[in-house]
């Protein structure tokens, strides 16, 4: 039997709000976020296929990294040019994250997941949000936060990779011993769930923001 865990209801609810929100949006970054949201469904689904069929799925989640990598870089740098140039910023870090998913690839093929590359993307994407905030509190311009799409587009990624980052930095001291070992595993899965939680849920507020945004230009 195919099993959907907590993670996959609660990207499942954001693809919903998606939809409602941004189906009639024209705008290419809400585009690929609805976009975004179907790879991630449709990856957990063929993930949760492959484990019950075949007991392993790994290169599916190598091909998910590949695509989030993209999209999160893209948003970041959209969500920044309004108040710099980010170019160097951004082409630097997708540089760096692409050197670290092309040396897993090649050493360790798809059967292994990238974690080096997971770790080295949540950090940087975290610098990206940091520079996002520096750069919105810098800016005269009055934004009412309460209701700016793009600012809680940020705060959801910043919220994940800063927990990821933190969450990841833990594996290696984890005990070796079974039952410490799977006490520990269980809480860093639950880690993951509130994390997801964050995302998902500030991400479903970022699409309703936009929806409101577009209605009232309109």
């Not at 975004?36 to 392993?56: C, D, M, N, P, R």
């Not at 670290?100 to 949540?122: A, E, R």
């Not at 209701?147 to 809680?152: I, T, Y």
Request: charged content about 15%; aromatic content about 26%.
């Amino acid at each position: 039997m195919i099993k959907v865990d907590l993670i996959s209801y609660i990207e499942l609810s954001c693809l919903a709000i998606g939809i409602y929100c941004l189906a009639r949006e024209k705008k290419l970054f809400w585009i690929l976020a609805l976009s975004f949201q179907f790879i991630v469904a449709l990856t957990e689904l063929i993930g949760s296929y492959l484990t019950f069929k075949f007991h392993f799925n790994l290169w599916i989640y190598n091909f998910f990294v590949f695509c989030e990598l993209n999209y999160i870089s893209y948003g970041m740098y959209q969500c920044l040019k309004k108040y710099t140039n980010p170019r160097i910023l951004i082409y630097s870090g997708l540089g760096i994250i692409y050197a670290f998913y092309l040396y897993n690839f090649f050493t360790k093929g798809f059967g292994s997941m990238p974690n080096d590359t997971i770790n080295v993307m949540s950090v940087i994407f975290t610098i990206y949000a940091l520079v996002y905030y520096y750069r919105l509190l810098k800016d005269p311009e009055f934004v009412e936060i309460k209701f700016h799409p793009e600012f809680w587009w940020v705060t959801a990624a910043l919220f994940y990779y800063f927990g990821s980052t933190v969450t990841n930095l833990f594996k290696p001291y984890l005990p070796k011993n079974f039952s410490s070992f799977y006490f520990l595993n269980h809480f860093r899965y639950s880690m993951y769930v509130v994390l997801s939680l964050f995302l998902y849920s500030i991400w479903s507020y970022s699409f309703i923001c936009r929806a409101k945004q577009r209605k009232l230009s309109s």
